[in-house]
């Protein structure tokens, strides 16, 4: 299993980033798939799922309304995308599958909110 992500960097707060993770290793249209975050000093959160067919999505609190993840399935490919972003959005996001119940994770891509 692998998973790749990309598409972080710096933005200002009220900005966007668009999160992509490609997948690799396993049927990728068959599991579930998240993005969590970990901030210095935190704990890793969940911030979004998406089912396998895409037709449901869970978010955490601190970001519906603000976030979007969606995935397609032909590219093998989940994405969040970002907006009104904040600096408490600061954070390395990393892409996650559970697959036996194992959970495997990308490297993670650093996201920097600041002005």
């Known amino acids: 299993v692998q998973l790749v992500e990309s598409g972080g960097g710096l933005a200002q707060p009220g900005g966007s980033l668009r999160l992509s993770c490609v997948a690799s290793?396993?049927?990728?249209?068959?599991?579930?798939m998240s993005w969590y975050r970990q901030a210095p000093g935190k704990e890793r959160e969940r911030v979004a799922t998406?089912?396998?067919?895409?037709?449901?999505?869970i978010y955490a609190d601190s970001v519906k309304g603000r976030f979007t993840v969606s995935r397609d399935n032909a590219k093998n490919t989940v994405y969040l995308q970002m907006n009104s972003l904040k600096p408490e959005d600061t954070a390395v996001y990393y892409c996650?599958?559970?697959?036996?119940?194992?959970?495997?994770w990308g490297q993670g891509t650093q996201v920097t909110v600041s002005s």
């Open positions: 998406v089912s396998t067919g895409a037709s449901s999505t």
């Open positions: 290793g396993f049927t990728f249209s068959n599991y579930v």
């Open positions: 996650n599958v559970r697959r036996v119940l194992r959970d495997y």
